[in-house]
């Protein structure tokens, strides 16, 4: 009696756990494309299509895992050709955003390498970026940087320690006549750690401004193709696996 008094309980006990389990399991999302704002594509009025587009847009940045294969059924799907355009293009860019990322980051400023004078007792040759310009309706400009102001850190990144990788570690880190290629190198580094966060992404500046030392949150924009020496071969890349990834689905 008493064994099978502790099997009901056993029993009991599992039961209430899977019960609990069930309760706590998240709940399967159904995704599917906003179907008002795809019918919105194929009105008459300009102003309502722009509308639907950028709601669809939004969505599909929100669902990136899912969202190109359903612009994929609602393109072969629909039989008007603004639907079908529209869906075709945020597809082909959904497509290329999941595998290459929205792309380079951009700061809006053109810069020059310095190198810092040296405190009394300080080491020499610690290096810096100079804002010489600040380009219009960019993120250089949202936050106030100043011609004049010096970047010395951008997030973890210490630009004064950075060294060319030819640099020994035997060998001083700057010596007269070799400032140039320092200077340069600052530059560069600063410059590909920009390039290689994704519009959107925020990074902190460290400056310095006279005497002030200043950090500074800048959310960054997308590089412009004009700006990107590696556009074209980006640009053929991101052609050849979108019409690889086409093929596939049609299958």
Not at 68 to 86: G, H, I, M
Not at 148 to 172: F, S, T
Not at 192 to 217: A, M, T, W
Request: aromatic share 8%; charged share 25%; with cysteine.
């Amino acid at each position: 009696m008493r064994s099978k008094t502790f099997s009901f309980f056993i029993y009991s006990a599992l039961l209430m756990s899977s019960s609990l389990l069930l309760l706590a399991a998240p709940k399967a999302e159904y995704i599917e494309l906003p179907p008002a704002q795809l019918e919105k594509l194929s009105s008459d009025d300009f102003e309502e299509r722009e509308t639907a587009y950028k709601a669809i847009h939004e969505w599909a940045d929100q669902n990136l895992t899912a969202a190109p294969e359903l612009l994929y059924k609602a393109w072969r799907a629909n039989e008007d050709p603004e639907v079908q355009s529209r869906c075709y293009n945020l597809m082909r860019q959904m497509v290329t955003q999941r595998k290459f990322g929205k792309g380079k980051g951009f700061l809006g400023i053109r810069m020059t390498g310095v190198i810092l004078p040296a405190k009394p007792g300080g080491p020499a040759g610690l290096q810096a970026v100079r804002v010489e310009n600040i380009l219009d309706d960019t993120p250089a400009q949202k936050v106030g940087l100043r011609m004049g102001d010096l970047i010395v850190r951008v997030d973890e990144l210490d630009l004064q320690q950075a060294k060319p990788a030819n640099l020994g570690a035997e060998e001083k880190p700057w010596e007269p006549g070799r400032g140039l290629g320092l200077e340069m190198h600052s530059v560069s580094r600063f410059s590909d750690y920009i390039k290689s966060k994704q519009p959107g992404e925020k990074v902190v500046l460290h400056c310095l401004r006279g005497n002030q030392r200043l950090e500074i949150e800048v959310c960054l924009m997308k590089l412009a193709p004009a700006n990107d020496p590696k556009h074209e071969q980006i640009e053929a890349a991101s052609e050849m696996f979108f019409r690889q990834w086409l093929e596939e689905m049609k299958k």
